[in-house]
Nanobody, 120 residues
Framework: QVQLAESGGGLVQPGGSLGLSCTAS????????MSWYRQAPGKQLDLVAS???????YIANSLKGRFTISRDGDENTVYLRMTNLKPEDTALYLC??????????????WGQGTQVTIAS
């Protein structure tokens, strides 16, 4: 059974930096797309960043210049580097992995999330 596990969340002061990681287990193949989402209390789930095999990386426009996404060589670990953090970055950060088989069918997997809190 494929599982995604996020780590690296915590409490950081405004202006600080934090690195999140998401690692897949129980997987015998790589993910075509790995993404980070976040959800603040009472708000919708938002796409933060994604990285696609053979295509490259996407960062939400409002986060460009502060957030960076990258993947490990085996493509089953994805990282999110966050800098100059702001209180509005406070949210539960979740990882999602998508696999697309040869028939074009996609399967997606979610982690449980890691809490990021930005406060003085």
């Amino acid at each position: 059974q494929v599982q995604l596990a996020e780590s690296g969340g915590g409490l950081v002061q405004p202006g600080g930096s934090l690195g999140l990681s998401c690692t897949a287990s129980g997987s015998t193949g790589s993910f075509n797309i790995m993404s980070w989402y976040r959800q603040a209390p009472g708000k919708q789930l938002d796409l933060v960043a994604s990285i696609t095999t053979g295509t490259g990386a996407y960062i939400a426009n409002s986060l460009k210049g502060r957030f960076t996404i990258s993947r490990d060589g085996d493509e089953n670990t994805v990282y999110l580097r966050m800098t100059n953090l702001k209180p509005e970055d406070t949210a539960l950060y979740l990882c999602k992995g998508i696999r697309i088989d040869r028939a074009g069918r996609s399967s997606e997997y979610w982690g449980q999330g890691t809490q990021v809190t930005i406060a003085s």
